[in-house]
């Protein structure tokens, strides 16, 4: 409950970054990871749920409709020999027993796209990106269809690795977003006149994150698409620690008997 009240005063109680200044940094690291569990859990619902049901509809589309395959010894081949295509308009392209003379331009019109050649795999990704990986450089890796089968339909194992995963990167990424915020208030420091260590900034700076990862949370949650978030992430960030060095400065000037 203590932690909820942080969170609380971090949002709505400016004079509470005096207080928060004075707890250790492992103190303040524990209260963002608490945020990280709570908000990163929330923020993995709706990638975990658009994962389930993508596994599902290629699993339906590999039983129904395409043919058995295998990778043994740095070949991929399919039976009968012939090329398979899967396509979820908008989202990916999964090309299975893709011929030497079939055209890469084809992942173009898809944000992801897997070709399978006999040789190699072409994967590509969001801006352009294109992986040319052949098979050779994997040794002796051998999978088949049904491999492939009971991994989509046994994947409670690879969704606690992917939330795992994810919280990883949650977190760290508020850490890096923390130190650029601090960087910002080093700059006001400056102009408070203040007499704050880098460290104290930063710990400051975790918790201007807070309402930013609230907002972000309930968007995901919600699923509403809100272009450029980031920019105002990083605003309501820079604001709260603004808002809260010159908290601050004013308890301090006030404790040395000056005129706020």
Not at 14 to 39: E, H, N, V
Not at 88 to 97: A, F, Q, T
Request: proline share 3%.
């Amino acid at each position: 409950m203590q932690l909820f009240g942080e969170l609380i005063n971090s949002v709505s109680n400016f004079k509470a970054y005096g207080f928060f200044r004075q707890q250790g940094l492992l103190r303040t690291l524990g209260y963002l990871l608490f945020l990280s569990l709570m908000f990163g859990s929330i923020s993995f619902i709706r990638p975990w749920k658009t994962f389930n049901s993508d596994a599902d509809d290629l699993a339906s589309w590999l039983t129904s409709q395409a043919p058995d395959f295998a990778l043994a010894k740095g070949v991929f081949a399919t039976s009968p020999e012939t090329t398979a295509v899967y396509r979820k308009e908008g989202d990916l392209i999964l090309v299975i027993g893709a011929k030497p003379g079939f055209s890469d331009s084809l992942l173009a019109g898809f944000p992801r796209g897997i070709l399978l050649y006999a040789d190699r795999v072409v994967v590509s990704g969001g801006e352009g990106q294109k992986r040319d990986m052949p098979f050779k450089d994997y040794g002796d890796l051998k999978v088949d269809k049904k491999e492939i089968l009971a991994a989509l339909a046994n994947r409670g194992m690879l969704g606690f690795f992917m939330a795992v995963f994810w919280m990883i990167i949650y977190l760290g990424g508020k850490l890096l977003s923390a130190l650029f915020i601090a960087g910002l208030g080093m700059n006001f420091k400056a102009i408070l006149r203040m007499n704050m260590p880098f460290g104290d900034i930063y710990k400051l700076s975790i918790r201007a994150l807070s309402l930013g990862m609230v907002l972000d949370a309930m968007l995901s949650l919600s699923g509403i698409d809100f272009p450029y978030f980031f920019i105002l992430y990083y605003l309501m960030a820079a604001s709260y620690l603004w808002l809260g060095m010159k908290a601050v400065s004013d308890e301090d000037m006030t404790a040395a008997g000056l005129k706020v």
